[in-house]
């Protein structure tokens, strides 16, 4: 069955980097773009990211431009997540999430999702 | 960006009860809005997609309807695992947008 596992997450302070990881199995990893979606403490979801199959494209919200970077190694069956010049909003479980699409379309629809990394950004 | 409303943001009801959820569009999204359950310390998962579709697996006690700008996703016979958060989420342009969600608790 499709697998989404996330990984990286931790306690940093303000400014630090950090890198997740999200290792998929179960599909094609290579015929299908994927999301990053962040959920600060108690609060709802929100969009971060996406990638296309191929790594040809890469979109983002406007709160991490420029500082967040998404990739992927299809080689290697996993997605990244970048994570630069982090900052205190920034606290959030990091799910992964497969596009819905496969190839070159895609729909922004998320299913499934990983369970999620912590990411804590305090001083 | 288009903002997304949904309300209300809890709701509790008893076990059988119907339940409806309401999410507006700031403008029109034609059918482009699909809903997600969260359950407790849970990734969400994808419930209906084009607003009234209802994915493989999912029971049928749950549906969705609308289009344009007002959408309303319903319980038919509100079950205890049902107890969870429910968002909607717009797609087609982006940034992907998600309602604030609407917490349901048993009363």
């Known amino acids: 069955q499709v697998q989404l596992v996330e990984s990286g997450g931790g306690v940093v302070q303000p400014g630090d980097s950090l890198r997740l990881s999200c290792a998929a199995s179960?599909?094609?990893?290579?015929?299908?773009?994927m999301h990053w979606v962040r959920q600060a403490p108690g609060k709802g979801l929100e969009w971060v990211a996406f990638i296309r199959f191929d790594g040809s494209n890469k979109y983002y919200v406007d709160s991490v431009k420029g500082r967040f970077t998404i990739s992927r190694d299809n080689s290697k069956n996993t997605l990244y997540l970048q994570m630069n010049s982090l900052r205190v909003e920034d606290t959030a479980i990091y799910y992964c999430?497969?596009?819905?699409?496969?190839?070159?379309?895609?729909?922004?629809?998320?299913?499934?999702w990983g369970r999620g990394t912590l990411v804590t950004v305090s001083s | 960006d288009i903002q997304m409303t949904q309300s209300p943001s809890s709701l509790s009801a008893s076990i059988g009860d119907r339940v409806t959820i309401t999410c507006q569009a700031s403008q029109d999204i034609s059918n482009y809005l699909n809903w997600y359950q969260q359950k407790p310390g849970k990734a969400p998962k994808l419930l209906i997609y084009?607003?009234?579709h209802l994915e493989t697996g999912v029971p049928s006690r749950f549906s969705g309807s609308g289009s344009g700008t007002d959408f309303i996703f319903t319980i038919n016979s509100l079950q205890p695992e049902d107890i969870a958060t429910y968002y909607c989420q717009r797609y087609g342009n982006l940034p992907l947008t998600f309602g604030g969600g609407t917490k349901v608790e048993i009363k």
């Open positions: 999430a497969k596009d819905k699409g496969s190839g070159i379309t895609w729909l922004g629809w998320f299913d499934p």
């Open positions: 179960g599909f094609t990893f290579s015929d299908s773009g």
């Open positions: 084009d607003a009234s």
